[in-house]
């Protein structure tokens, strides 16, 4: 089975930066698109970032476009989330996901959470104002 611990979450002031990473045992994480969701209190989750197996592709919702970087590392099965300008909305529990489906897929793909098979028991990150 595929196991997803995530770490680095923490409390930040807003303009401040996190880096989250994940990692990943048990499976080809090599081969899997991954991704990061969040959830913040009384709201749906929501898509944050995702990247293609390889690196090569990645995207992000617009919200946290341009202060976001997810990145991976194969070598080590972990991916990261470096979170920068940090705001008081980007609180919420941010949670990785793995797509075990082999290939490349579209970028409204990677944005649904049912398209997901494994998921992290996510980590807390509190933006103060």
């Known amino acids: 089975q595929v196991q997803l611990v995530e770490s680095g979450g923490g409390l930040v002031q807003a303009g401040g930066s996190l880096r989250l990473s994940c990692a990943a045992s048990g499976g080809a994480f090599s081969k899997y698109g991954m991704a990061w969701f969040r959830q913040a209190p009384g709201k749906e989750r929501e898509f944050a970032a995702a990247?293609?197996?390889?690196?090569?592709?990645?995207y992000y919702a617009d919200s946290v476009k341009g202060r976001f970087t997810i990145s991976r590392n194969n070598a080590k099965t972990t991916e990261y989330l470096q979170m920068n300008s940090m705001k008081p909305e980007d609180t919420a529990v941010y949670y990785c996901a793995a797509d075990r489906t082999i290939g490349d897929r579209s970028a409204s793909y990677y944005s649904r959470p049912t398209n997901y098979d494994y998921w992290g028991q996510g980590t807390q990150v509190t933006v103060s104002s």
């Open positions: 990247i293609s197996w390889s690196g090569s592709s990645t």
